[in-house]
């Protein structure tokens, strides 16, 4: 079982749906982050959050520590949001990343 | 701009040759990763380095080698004892005096052995 799961694997919306990606980790962490990778294959970081909830523009991350689970939320989806969205949890040295497989988002016009 | 480079974007080599990725970055980071990425796979770890002069064998180290002579320099080297290089290789950098920082990541180079 790997350390970090990610669900759905694969996701396809219609533009204005809500979206919502889940997250789920089995070790002790010291930060989730969420990533977006576009089809060229470069990499962004959406979030880097320890506990609660962020939110930029029509993105949405919230974590429950308790639970080890971390949901992306997409508000208002559009076509220009398909990418590939990955979990990945730093430990206490947050010298390493681990990550989920990731799941693809394909949003439809 | 600050960022990361990877060179080349596509890189085409024959069983048997070694052949060096190249990863650079102005943002002044100690931490530099190098990573692999497989269709259907999360990103793996080759190798990692915090300062200059010293690395640490990351989860799939075996067939790769690298250096870290300057530090905005983290070259891989995929070797020809790397039975299965083909893949998505990707360079990311961190400061690490700021622990609430992310990786910054480069734009991969996609290996393909011919």
């Known amino acids: 079982k790997n350390e970090v799961e990610q669900s759905p694997q694969n996701l396809t919306a219609q533009e204005g749906e809500f979206i919502t990606i889940n997250c789920s980790y089995s070790?002790?962490?010291?930060?989730l982050h969420w990533l977006q990778q576009h089809p060229g294959g470069g990499i962004v970081s959406l979030f880097m959050?320890?506990?609660g909830k962020k939110k930029h523009g029509r993105l949405i991350a919230t974590i429950n520590i308790q639970e080890k689970h971390s949901s992306l939320h997409i508000t208002a989806s559009h076509p220009r949001d398909s990418a590939v969205y990955i979990c990945?949890?730093?430990?206490?040295?947050?010298?390493?990343?681990?990550f989920g497989e990731g799941t693809q988002l394909t949003v439809n016009p | 701009d600050g960022g990361i480079t990877q060179s080349p974007k596509y890189l085409f080599r024959k069983e048997g040759q070694n052949v060096t990725l190249s990863c650079e970055q102005n943002?002044?980071?100690?931490?530099m990763y190098w990573y692999r990425q497989d269709p259907g796979q999360g990103l793996r770890l080759i190798y990692y380095?915090?300062?200059?002069?010293?690395?640490q064998k990351g989860d799939i180290a075996e067939g790769y080698s690298v250096s870290r002579e300057k530090k905005e320099s983290f070259p891989l080297t995929v070797t020809s004892a790397q039975k299965n290089p083909t893949a998505f290789y990707l360079c990311?950098?961190?400061?690490?005096?700021?622990?609430?920082?992310?990786?910054?990541f480069g734009p991969g180079t996609r290996l393909t052995v011919l």
């Open positions: 990945a949890v730093s430990t206490a040295s947050g010298s390493r990343l681990t």
């Open positions: 959050l320890s506990s």
């Open positions: 070790v002790g962490i010291s930060a």
């Open positions: 990311a950098s961190r400061p690490l005096e700021r622990t609430w920082d992310t990786q910054y």
């Open positions: 380095s915090q300062i200059v002069n010293d690395f």
């Open positions: 943002l002044n980071h100690d931490a």
